[in-house]
């Protein structure tokens, strides 16, 4: 059985929130990247992007984050952009949902491979399950759930949501 979480509404205005504190981390930086892990993550981003490009002068790069989710390790994980179009600058680096912290803390491993300014992470949903010592920087909302619930963040055009299986 599904249990709502968040509403699109809900999720516009968590967004929204994330953006400014972003920008309030980086009122300083004249660029400012933003690294969407594939997938929720590249989604959220994109959205966090929008709100960005109308309160900051900072130009906003997107860049892409690409790994094999259920196992980064063997995968490895790459950007869309070189590492010379991020090296020492801010980057922030999105997941839709912190689950275990897996995804998160291989791609804060690749992106501490280069000298940087600085180095963030936001997500909409943070689990409170986590196996590795990464954090959420920016969070929308945090959830004390059981193991075996599911959070699903599904972005569709004004039909966003998040919700428990």
């Known amino acids: 059985m599904e249990q709502n979480i968040l509403t ?8 929204e929130r994330i953006a400014y504190q972003i920008y ?3 009122v300083t930086e004249k660029e400012i990247i933003v690294a ?6 590249l989604n959220f981003a994109k959205k966090i992007i929008t709100v960005l ?11 892409k984050v690409m790994m094999d ?11 869309s952009l070189p590492e010379e179009d991020y090296k ?5 680096l999105v997941d839709d949902v912190l689950n ?8 804060v491993h690749h992106f501490l491979k280069t000298p940087l300014k600085q180095l963030k992470t936001a997500v909409l949903v943070n689990r ?29 055009p004004k039909k966003n949501r998040v919700f428990l299986d």
């Open 8 to 15: 699109h509404q809900q999720i516009q205005h968590k967004i």
């Open 24 to 26: 309030e981390a980086n």
């Open 36 to 41: 969407g892990i594939v997938g929720g993550g």
């Open 53 to 63: 490009k109308k309160i900051t002068p900072a130009e906003i790069t997107l860049c």
């Open 69 to 79: 989710k259920s196992n980064p390790l063997e995968s490895g994980v790459s950007t």
């Open 88 to 92: 020492n600058k801010s980057v922030v």
């Open 100 to 107: 275990s912290g897996t995804t998160l803390i291989y791609g």
């Open 128 to 156: 409170n399950h986590k196996k590795y010592p990464v954090k959420a920087d920016f969070k929308g909302i945090s959830l004390s759930t059981s193991l075996q619930e599911h959070v699903n963040v599904l972005f569709e």
